[in-house]
């Protein structure tokens, strides 16, 4: 199954998708810095379930090629290409001769903010 099949069967499961509609975008949001233990504290101060819960459909745990311990750019790099990455290094392989750009190479368009 194809990256974007896998999505796709994600984001049915989840019910944010309709089978009959096709998927023209798919919006991966990445809270940076908040983890479950995170999300668990803000919800046990204000009594009460978050914006988050409502949209979230999964989680993914991600480490560093070289740390146990990711950072923003490792953990971006690892989401978007599939292929884990040192820490600072962003779109480059645990080497720096080694450029991850998964999109155009499947033809896909891709964008980051």
Known sequence: MTR???????????GVLD???PVRN?????PDGCGFSTATLAR???GRPLALDAVLCGAV???ADNSIITESAAA???LATGYKTSCGFLA???SPNGRLNVAPANHLPAGGV
């Open 4 to 14: 974007r099949g896998v999505v796709a069967a994600l984001l049915l499961a989840a």
């Open 19 to 21: 089978a009959a509609l």
């Open 26 to 30: 798919v919006i991966l949001m990445i």
């Open 44 to 46: 046990l101060y204000s």
């Open 61 to 63: 745990k991600t480490n």
């Open 76 to 78: 971006a790099t690892a």
């Open 92 to 94: 480059i392989g645990p």
